[in-house]
Structures are given as C-alpha cells and as structure tokens.
C-alpha cells in the first residue's frame, strides 16, 4: 500500500472493504468402505486444510467452493460452480503411483440455483459432474442464525448419485480389483450437518463443522461398504473481516499490477532465508502476473493491507521440460515501513493449480518417492521498495520494485488436498508492482 498523508486525496480508492478470509482447518472423517484383500485397518482419515473466503459481484470463493455469478437478483442466484470433494480412502492409498490424479480428491463442476426464502434460509439445486461423467444432484437448504459472537448455520442435504457416480466412489469400480468392486447402481444419500463460526476478537475467528450421512440401502449393502452412515468433522481458526464493523469503509489501499520474472532452485526454504541458494542446472524459469484486489486495510487494529489477489504464471520451456501455466489464487498482505525509505515485507498465502509437473518439482518427487500433484499449497514471501519515496520523484510515485520468493508445498504429507505428500518447488523472483 502507497503511504501517503493522510489528507491526500489520491490516497483513498474507490474500493471499499470486502468479504474475505483464510483458515486452517482440521478434517477427521469415517472411512465408509471396507476394501477386500488390503492390509489397511484405518477406520478414520484426516486432513489439514488451507481455505480461502473472498467474495464481490461476480466471484465467490467459499471455503471448498468456488464460482462465477452468472445471473443474480434480490431472491436468487445463479452459479458457475467447482467445489472440491473428499475421497475417503485410507490415506495409504491417496498416493499409489497407477494413477495420473490424486486419489483422496475430487474438483467437480457443475451448476447451482440458489433461491433466497429470506436473509436467513435459502436452498440450493445443483447439477455437478466430478469432469469424467459421473454426475450427481443435490438439493439443499440452509439456515442461518447469529447471535453476538456466534454464527450458526444448520443444513440438509439429499443428493441423486448417477450409476457411474455411485459405482466410481462407493462401488470403487476401476480402483480396486474387479473381483472386490462392487455396482450398487444409482442410489440416494442424505446428509444433515452444520457449520459453526466464533469471533474471538477483531479478525481471529474459530470455526467448526459436524455432519453424518445416510446411504440408501443398495449403496450400504454394496461389499465394499462398510456402513450405513458416514461422519466427518471439522474444526480450525481463521482470520476474517471484522463483523464487529457494521459498515463497509472506502479503503486507502489500491488495486495494483505485479509483474515478475524468476529462476528455479532446488533450495529449500530455509537455505533461501539463509542466502544459502543454489543455482537449477538446467535454468528453469517462469514469469507471473498477478492482480492484486484489496478488502482490508488493517489486520488486528494494524495497518496491514490485504489483497485478493488471482495470478497466471508461464513457466518457460528448457531442455528438460515443455511450456506450461500455473494458476493461483491467494490472499496477501504487505505491512509499510517508513524508514529508511518506504518499503514493504510481504506474505501471501493459497491454492496453485499447473497444468504440467515442472521439472524441479517432479525431481524432488522422484527422490521422496512420491506421485507429485497439480494441486498444492502456494506461499508467497516479499519485500519492496516504492520508487517515489526513493528517488523522490512524483512520476515513479505508486511504482514498486521488489523480491518475491514463489513457493509451492504439500503440507507434510497431512492433506488429500495435494495427494498426502511433503516437498515442492521454490523459484527467486524480481518483480515490478504498479497501484492504481
């Protein structure tokens, strides 16, 4: 964020304060299958979870779902979604090398109505598919109550499984051996739950969820199910925007621009804080972009800028791997320190997805002996300086130069999310930031 006086007049945006948040949560779920001829006695799985919360006009990023606003009014919605959805085998399993795609997750697509019965109920039809053609309906309602500190908000849920759905995840056919597969064929479930949410203090929030499932008779007789019913838990901190504040405020922090260009190294994190790098052999590089959307201007009463901020990267073809994209979407907040010039550290935490394995990130894999996945955690770590204040010139005002160290993880080997594996990749960057 620009630090201006505070009378400026081009120190205030035309954006105001919006609806976002991270967490780190805690799942515990049942394992509902029983798998012939395996080792495992697993009756539980579980998982740590990094979510992301943001949410404008066109865009919504809700914890373990996502989607485009393509038609709304003042009673209903209608939705583009992608919602991420739990496999639960054991985790012995989630990282078995026969297979391109993590085993302990799912990225389905779909379509949801949304209609608003009033500001506390509304109910939800969607059409998902998990993109190989198994496709499912949910009908859903949801209740929401508040009361000071405490949010609260019940649902249930009936969900319509296709054949290739319910004999894919309940009926493992095409996982396990065909003798131990089972075909319950298209079948029900119903699921009751709630979510809850505590605001301790200004933007610290602890947050939980508790729901059982029911499977239909067929699905629950099926070999390779070993229940009828199915819970899972939740429960984790966060940090979100203030409910204490009942109006939105026009924040000072501007929209920027980054552009950044960087080099791979097979360093890890902390010989890189320690200026202990070691230079890629084969000189693998990428260049980024990113937009930064900012929602916050302070993190527990101090003025820490916070920015939704989406970024597209090409990673750059060399001898020993193609051309490839990587998609992010983070939050990031940068703190202004005023002396000797004007400078920013800077920390963005959220979910990069590639379209290829890069070359530094699949070699680690290979040492570790794990299937590398698309899908992992993404940091960001920065520090720049604003090039006004340092050559004290007006036109190089808003215009930043800095480092940023873009990093990808797996959570130690503790998420399905990224295919219960530890390592990554690290790559130095020097970028460029405008705000405006």
Known sequence: MPVLADDAPESVSSSVEGNWGIALVFR??????????????DDRVSDLIPVIYYENDYFFWRGLQAGFKLKTNEQWEFNLLGRYRFFDIPDDLQNEQNTNEPRGNRLDIGLQYRYKFSKELNADFEL???THGRSYINTTANFHWHSGSWELSPYTQLRWKSSEFNNRYYGLEGLVDPANSASPGSAFDLTLGSTVRYHIANNLYVLGRLAITRFDKDTYQASTVSSPTQNEIYIGFGYFDDKKKKNPRTLKSRQYLRIAHGWATPSNIGDIFKFDIESDEFNNQLTSVFYGIPVADSLFGVPFSIYFTPGLIAHHKSEVQPRFAEYVLAIKGYYTVKWPTTWRPGIATGLSYTSKISFIEQQEM????????KLMNYWDFSADIELGDLFNSKSLHNWWVGYSLHHRSA???KSSAFGRIKGGSNYNTLYVQYHF
């Open 28 to 41: 515990s779920a049942e394992i509902p299958y029983s798998i012939p001829d395996t080792q495992v006695d």
């Open 128 to 130: 998902m598919d998990d």
């Open 366 to 373: 290979d040492e570790k002996g794990f299937r590398p996945s």
């Open 411 to 413: 959570v130690f080997e």
